[in-house]
Nanobody, 119 residues
């Protein structure tokens, strides 16, 4: 069973930075695709960024050039560096791990961490 625990959320003014962390149980980065999602009030959960087991990254258009996803295999920790934050980045951010179970991908979720960006 994969456990994911996010931290690093908080309140920041527009233009500021935050770094989210996601501590994962076990050595999952070699077999699971990792990612960050977010959900703003009244909106659906959306994909922010992903990193595959080979290190390939992807970003939503809205965060390209401002957010950077990375992982530390030795620490079993996923990160999301968020710079030049905008008020529209306000949301609960979730860490996710897509791991194969009996040949099918199964999504594991963290509990979420709140990010609030004020103008």
């Amino acid at each position: 069973q994969v456990q994911l625990v996010e931290s690093g959320g908080g309140s920041v003014q527009a233009g500021g930075s935050l770094k989210l962390s996601c501590a994962a149980s076990g050595y999952i980065f070699s077999r699971c695709g990792m990612g960050w999602y977010r959900q703003a009030p009244g909106k659906e959960r959306e994909l922010v960024s992903t990193i595959s087991s080979d290190g390939t990254t992807s970003y939503a258009e809205s965060v390209k050039g401002r957010f950077t996803i990375s992982q530390d295999n030795a620490k079993n920790t996923l990160y999301l560096q968020m710079n030049s934050l905008k008020t529209e980045d306000t949301a609960v951010y979730y860490c996710a791990a897509s791991c194969p179970v009996l040949g099918h991908p199964y999504m594991n979720w963290g509990q979420g961490t709140q990010v609030t960006v004020s103008s």
